[in-house]
Nanobody, 124 residues
Framework: QVQLDESGGGLVQTGGSLRLSCAASGRTISIYAMGWFRQAAGKEREFVAAITRSGASAWYADSVKGRFTISRDNAKGTVFLQMIDLKPEDTAVYFC?????????????????WGQGTQVTVSS
């Protein structure tokens, strides 16, 4: 089992940047594909980005392509989400997740472990 702890959220103005971190403990992160999801108030949790175990491949939601970048440092047990050019519609709680399999990385059902989330608020 792995425990995930997100950090780096906060309040930022439109056009600003944030870098989210997800620190894993319990088991080595290198055996999991990793993803970021977000959930805005009153909405369902949605896919943001995912990355394979090695970091060789990544996928993004259309709404964040070109603005968000997912990366990982397996040696440090950490996954990152670099966010630039933030927009008010990016406001949400952002969750980190770990998947034992790599077949459904754009869906919540594809993940086995979840963090508690970190709030990102983008003011207009």
């Amino acid at each position: 089992q792995v425990q995930l702890d997100e950090s780096g959220g906060g309040l930022v103005q439109t056009g600003g940047s944030l870098r989210l971190s997800c620190a894993a403990s319990g088991r080595t992160i290198s055996i999991y594909a990793m993803g970021w999801f977000r959930q805005a108030a009153g909405k369902e949790r949605e896919f943001v980005a995912a990355i394979t175990r090695s970091g060789a491949s990544a996928w993004y939601a259309d709404s964040v392509k070109g603005r968000f970048t997912i990366s990982r440092d397996n040696a440090k047990g950490t996954v990152f989400l670099q966010m630039i050019d933030l927009k008010p519609e990016d406001t949400a709680v952002y969750f980190c997740a770990a998947a034992r399999a790599s077949s459904k990385l754009t869906t919540t059902s594809g993940y086995d472990y979840w963090g508690q989330g970190t709030q990102v608020t983008v003011s207009s």
